[in-house]
């Protein structure tokens, strides 16, 4: 689907990951805001299969904290539902998780660069 790579990512998933990151570090809203901000804006558009076989179920786990619980409500996405849900460690723990996957990308594979 995607044409150009670096060291066999795709530059659309590079993009994407981190818009996600600059959006967690670089926003005003409350943690659970900017990860709700950071999958509506880049994470969503993604699948596993954009990732290497190392980082696919890493991605996985993500998008399962985001997507997790259930709709109750017909005026709320699911992503909104989970993340105004989860405590703030549990926030946290998920940034951190995002931060570490685009970490995992630039250092696994050296030539994958942050877009400019």
């Known amino acids: 689907m995607y ?4 060291q066999g990512i795709p ?3 590079i993009e994407k990951v981190w818009k996600a990151v600059d959006t967690l ?5 409350s943690l659970r ?4 901000d950071a999958h509506i ?8 299969s954009d990732f290497p076989d190392a980082l696919k179920q890493e991605f996985e786990a993500i998008e399962e904290a985001l997507t997790w619980i259930p709709v109750d409500r017909e005026d709320e996405g699911t992503v909104a539902f989970t993340t105004n849900a ?9 940034a951190t998780r995002m931060v570490s996957l ?9 030539d994958s660069r942050a877009p400019s």
């Open 3 to 6: 044409h150009w790579t670096m």
């Open 11 to 13: 530059l659309y998933t």
């Open 25 to 29: 570090a670089s926003g005003t809203a």
């Open 33 to 36: 805001q900017r990860l709700y």
């Open 41 to 48: 804006s880049s994470l969503h558009v993604l699948e596993a």
């Open 86 to 94: 989860m405590s703030d460690d549990e926030a946290k723990r998920l």
């Open 102 to 110: 685009f970490y995992e990308m630039v250092n696994r594979y050296p």
